[in-house]
């Protein structure tokens, strides 16, 4: 260790104890609950502040490293290669970067600006040309992005995703001593979490394109779900003058965001807690949830799986895709079990005894009681009958559509089978995860949501509920300066891989060096 970096570090420590030596005597003589607490409150500030203060000056050594230097810039100037984009030289600038106890740091490095292809001039407005924006390489190679270090990143985004709002999530940031504005802590968020949704989009396009590869899926029995909860979207109304304060007028419609749930269950039917389940989520389409389904399950080695249950509610257009999403992963039919919500069916029965309006509580009950146990036994054709009986009258075409719902689904609700074979028969899991995900953060009165910040929001949640958040947040600064270190192939859903990519860059940039001092 460099004696100027441990000199620098004492001196924090040293500061740190003549801090406390002055207010000893004052936290010593606490005697009541109040003392006590801002005591407390005192030695967390103060730590937090020696902290940032070691933090700050390990992060300045490192910046300053000249062989970091060179090989950063060197692996930033590869880029061009893959994507096409060109940088120079920009000079040296000064950068304030904030650290993990809300106080900042300035650094000296490098900046590599775009090579403009037109040598048109830019015009007064500040829009990036063909040549893309400028970039720092050592300040990505370290994860340092939109100005803050890589932990302050992901404590903001997983305060304000966890909290049921921005204000909520900012006062307990404030708390720690984190002091953001409205506007920094969301365009932190938002910028965060909608480049992390565009990584993932390309990381499914490269994983749906790569031949399967073994994952912890191998030799499991892997239950699938998929269902969708409800948000209000705002789109910009079509006509209309702005409001007298210059706010564009909006529509606020409801949509539709759809969530999928991956886990593992044992021979006994019970969830394995080795294996984290996933979520994820989208406000697209049908298509793009079985999208991000293959991807994922592709990426976990579900080809190999010893069997692959699908549990969901009877919405057709999940039960049209199943076979198919199989037949992508390369999933032998025999291994596939289609299962329909036995708590759906059950509301369903419900539903047609309430469509005989002539009926008595006792006949009504009666004939439920009949239907549940013809259900329960895996009597599907049999229940289908007892149902058809009752399509007669004003009340045949609304019963016909219930019947119809249990004759397509018969297979899906072979419910005896499926408790012997320790198959759920339930999508708890999913349901509960909608809740979790959208309905506690996300559903609200007056909340109403962009749809780039829905699909971000939706990401930073369904990662956080499955207790996966860190890896999101890592896969996601590596994914960012693929230039400098490769994430895992398996995407944010594996930690990330361990061997660096940029080891031949390093030595060029070294025998570069060399031949410079030569």
Avoid at 140 to 166: K, N, Y
Avoid at 174 to 185: F, M, T, V
Avoid at 274 to 289: K, L
Wanted: aromatic letters at 6%; hydrophobic letters at 45%; glycine letters at 8%.
């Amino acid at each position: 260790m460099p004696n100027d970096l441990l000199e620098q570090v004492t001196a924090k420590i040293a500061a740190l104890q003549a801090h406390v030596e002055t207010l000893l005597p004052g936290w010593r003589g606490a005697r009541d609950p109040e003392a006590v607490r801002a005591m407390e409150l005192d030695v967390a500030a103060a730590a937090r502040e020696m902290a940032d203060g070691i933090a700050g000056a390990v992060l300045r050594a490192i910046a300053a490293d000249p062989v970091l230097q060179a090989e950063a810039s060197l692996a930033a100037r590869s880029e061009v290669s893959a994507t096409g984009r060109s940088r120079r030289h920009g000079g040296v600038r000064s950068v304030e970067v904030t650290l993990l106890g809300g106080s900042s740091v300035s650094l000296d490095v490098e900046y590599q600006q775009p090579n403009y292809r037109s040598k048109k001039r830019r015009t007064k407005k500040k829009t990036r040309g063909k040549g893309g924006a400028g970039l720092f390489p050592v300040l990505a190679a370290l994860g340092i992005w939109f100005g803050v270090t890589p932990a302050l990143a992901g404590e903001v985004c997983r305060q304000i995703a966890d909290s049921d709002s921005v204000r909520a999530g900012r006062a307990a940031l404030e708390r720690r001593g984190i002091l953001l504005s409205q506007r920094k802590a969301l365009a932190l968020l938002n910028s965060f979490s909608c480049r992390a949704v565009d990584q993932r989009r390309r990381w499914m396009d490269i994983i749906r394109q790569c031949p399967a590869r073994v994952g912890p899926l191998r030799g499991k029995r892997v239950v699938v779900a998929t269902d969708g909860g409800r948000i209000r979207q705002r789109v910009p109304a079509k006509a209309g003058r702005r409001r007298a304060n210059g706010h564009q007028r909006y529509d606020a419609p409801w949509v539709e965001p759809k969530l999928l749930v991956i886990y593992v269950i044992d021979d006994e039917g019970k969830m394995l807690q080795e294996f984290r389940p996933v979520y994820d989520g989208t406000q697209q389409d049908c298509n793009a949830i079985f999208d991000m389904l293959e991807a994922y399950l592709k990426a976990l080695g579900a080809h190999e799986a010893r069997q692959l249950i699908f549990v969901a509610d009877g919405a057709k257009w999940i039960w049209e895709r199943t076979a198919a999403l199989a037949v992508n992963l390369g999933v032998a039919s025999e291994k596939v079990v289609e299962v329909v919500d036995k708590g759906h069916a059950v509301g369903t029965l419900y539903k047609i005894a309430e469509a005989r309006k002539g009926w008595s509580t006792v006949e009504s009950a009666e004939w439920i009681k009949k239907a549940r146990r013809l259900l329960r036994g895996g009597s599907s054709s049999a229940l289908v009958a007892h149902i058809h009986g009752l399509a007669v009258g004003r009340n045949a075409k609304d019963i016909s559509s219930h019947e119809d719902y249990f004759a397509r689904n018969e297979k899906r609700m072979q419910y005896r089978t499926f408790v012997k074979s320790h198959i759920p028969t339930g999508s708890g899991a999913v349901e509960s995860a909608v809740r979790r995900v959208i309905n506690m953060r996300m559903k609200s009165n007056a909340m109403f949501w962009r749809e780039v910040n829905a699909e971000g929001m939706l990401l930073l949640r369904a990662y956080l509920k499955a207790e996966r958040f860190d890896d999101l947040i890592n896969w996601s600064l590596l994914a960012a300066a693929p230039w400098w270190r490769l994430p895992s192939p398996a995407g944010p859903v594996a930690e990330p891989a361990t061997t660096a990519t940029h080891t031949s860059m390093a030595s060029a940039a070294a025998d570069s060096m060399k031949r410079r001092a030569a």
